[in-house]
């Protein structure tokens, strides 16, 4: 079953590819929910090709969208107050704009253009790793949307696919992705934590414009005439800040491991001891040698930071595939870590506790950060907002029976050692 969205237009007339045979098509549409008004609508069926050629509503529709309701046979018919759309990737489809929730259809490799056009009561996607493009206005001004955990294999995202998205705050690309249009995340106004690939081939013009969270130590410079005159210089900033280190590479890979983690800070340590030794070997007094083995790893790659003072824990909380085991094997290495604050004054556990990932693996991250460092819970941010805080304004979804306030407060000082 399926609901479809029908862009408002003088005629209402489009095309729409079924994905079965024989499906039935409720000459009725709606505007609103169950109480919403009733409208005729006039199609016709061709095979699988849907054509609707009118709504039959008159001026009162004018400048608003009509559901439409197709299902098969052998199914109940879809309630139009359910906000829950499964999305088949036909042409033409669009979810309604009060959708809260999306399933994808397995057959789904595309997620197509306006497919999600304006939907501002949806929060949270995960893309299944089926999808390898995204459309142009795929999510364009979706308002409440926090949340997008995009495919590992995504190759392409459109020109404007998730323009004024103002309250998207992680963007995590993987190294699979080509290519972004230009504008694609223009006017994300929340935007802080944004992760290109040094491997991408093709940035479009001010993919971030209007991003000011993000933007802090590079702007864009737009001339008399409306030019951009340093794209280049933006997007190469956007490809290379994380890449200085391979501990920054190990901390937003995809496909992140312990194991990564533990052999990256290890291989570190093992060359910081190396660098003593050779000093200790070429100055043999005892200063050099006081001043040399008492030195704190503050030249390791797990300290060192970026221009916004992102440092490689940072990178690894902002990760959609983190896991608790892969906080663990950071904080173990080097512990001291856990308190250190970005640019906005943020420690790992804000940035955990403030993406919306909120998904299991990430509860099990939060605890395991948690019963690691326990001072990080009292850490304020530039806000003067504290990690839980952060956590109770999301809508947390690790909390399967109870997300109440009172049981989330439980669950976080039941982490605690």
Known sequence: MIIIRIPWSRNNSMDVILPHDDMEVDPRVMIGGSAGEWYKCIFSVNGRTLTVTKIDGGKRGWGRAFKLRVYLPAEDIPDFASTVHTYYGLDGECAPEDTTEVIFHPSVNIIKANA??????????????SVTRIGYYAFYGCDSLRYIQLSRNLVYIGEWAFQDCKSLQAVFLPSTVTYIGALAFRYCASLRFFYVPETIAHIGNRVVDGCGRLLTTVKYKINTNGETTNNKKVNEWLKTRHNSFPLYIACYSTSVTPQLIQKRIQADKEQKKRKVKRLLNRFKSLLARWSCCRRNWSDLEAVKSDDQRMMALHILCTNPFVTGDAIRAYLQLVPDTAILKNITRMTGLHILCSV??????????????????????????????????????????????????????????????
């Open 116 to 129: 999600f056009f304006d939907c501002k009561s949806l929060v949270r996607v995960t893309v299944p790793d």
């Open 356 to 417: 919306s990932y909120q998904e299991a693996s990430t509860g099990d991250a939060i605890r395991t950060y948690l019963q690691l460092a326990p001072e990080a819970a009292d850490q304020e941010d530039s806000e003067g907002m504290t990690p839980f805080q952060y956590l109770s304004r999301n809508d947390i979804t690790f909390l399967e029976e109870d997300r109440s306030f009172s049981s989330l407060m439980a669950w976080w000082y039941g982490c605690m050692p």
